[in-house]
């Protein structure tokens, strides 16, 4: 504890935890200077509902006092709360890289719509109790709303966030646009520089590029920890374990349903399908991605080339259509999502949502699920309680729309996937880092996923390292 004081008083600088603290949604920290208050993302907090909808109201400090909001990615638990702020009164700046305000220009409006939605659900529940409506948490008019404040700013080029303070956006591989943010307070040889990670990506991920390596040395990191207890399967793998898959399927005259995430998972799985059938390792066949926002999330990932790797780089420039071109069919039109039912040839169809709890996926699930020869190719995380989950766990039968289905269809499950560093990729990225560090602030995890870290950053020389709850904060 010599050089990081824990106190809940005014010093500056120093740093406030208030959303992702010891769980792993509504990302939310303060930086206070003496001139400025900047905000470090403003997610959404996804818990049970009564829970969630307090934490989303309730901003650690009026939100007209926060100067600057500086954003580190498009995921809804980093970005998701920002129209609530601007309707509560921010009037600063979102800064944010251009790839990253695309994307949160068509998530915080889907978002908007599903509060909008939300809220009409349980205003028709209340209305036979005769109970006051409740409003949206934010509206998709909010959302538009909230994009006049985003400012773009590149990769690698620092800009000006208080009076000798600057900010940097430096790849974090985790999603297109992601970004650690790199602060650097005083001048010349009187520097204190800090790191907040956002979500750290993966090596050897498609499409996207590395994450920086080796990092920045600092003063202070800020770090996730969502998969510190995990190694996951090589990225790289894949390709052949989705070839495998619809090889298999296709086989036995079946389709092959995979939910999946709009943003960033669609994107890969595309990607990787329409490079096998380039390899020669699937013939080509009706590939489907059936959801309004993977469609325009696609075209958002078409738009920022400068994002891409060397190897979708080249892809692109040889091929055109990384994602699809002519081999795969987007669709946002109800009707032709309807269609695809009558379609008996094998073929494929991605849809959302990822988790199979809403969405166009529950239409081809419920449509599907009961044919052997059919496959639901798992490739992200399914959390407990959702009908992604029981498929994962290879329930006998499912629950769709209210009615009780058998589970014959094969369930494939790929665990390459993920978009989150790993234990691996942790020790890789801090080793170099951590013996020079002043401290080390661990959120964006629950359970055993800080004390994961924290081992991780102890063992490589970082004697300070704090887990944070909400609400604690720390003087530099
Ligand atoms: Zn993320």
Known sequence: MSTIKKLFGSHTPSLIFHGAAQTVTGSMHLLKLEDKLIAMDCGLFQGRRHEGLGHNKNFPVPPKEIDTLLLSHAHIDHSGNIPQLVKRGFDGTVFATPATS???????????????????????????????????????????????????????????????ATATFIEAGHIL???????????????????YTGDLGRFDMPILRDPTDPLPEVDYLITESTYANRIHHNPTDMKNQLADVVNQTVERGGKVIIPSFSVGRTQNVAYYLVQAIHEGLIEPLPIFVDSPLSTNATEIFKKHPECY?????????????????????????????????????????IASSGMCEAGRILHH????????????????FMAQHTLGRRIVERKMELKIFGRLYPLLARVEILNGFS????????IKAFTPLAPKLKGAFVV?????????MQKILNEAGCENVYIPAQGDSFEL
């Open 102 to 164: 695309d994307l949160c220009e068509v998530m915080l409006a889907d978002s908007g719509h599903i509060q909008e939605e939300d809220a009409a659900y349980w205003n028709k529940k209340r209305a036979k109790t005769k109970a006051d409506e409740i409003e949206p948490l934010y509206t998709v008019e909010d959302a538009h709303a909230a994009m006049a404040h985003f400012q773009h700013i590149p990769y690698d080029q620092p800009f000006a966030i208080a009076e000798n």
């Open 177 to 195: 646009g992601s970004a650690c943010v790199l602060v650097e307070l005083g001048k010349n040889s009187d520097t204190t520089r800090i790191l």
């Open 309 to 349: 790797d060397t190897e979708a780089s080249d892809f692109w420039m040889e091929e055109g259509g990384i994602f699809g071109g002519k081999l795969i069919k987007y669709i946002t039109d109800v009707k032709e999502s309807k269609a695809l039912n009558f379609m008996t040839e094998p073929h494929i169809i």
């Open 365 to 380: 699930l419920k449509n599907n699920v009961t044919d052997e020869n059919n496959s639901i190719c798992v490739v992200g």
């Open 419 to 426: 978009a989150h560093a790993d234990a691996n990729d942790f």
């Open 444 to 452: 964006h995890g629950e359970g055993p996923q800080p004390i994961a």
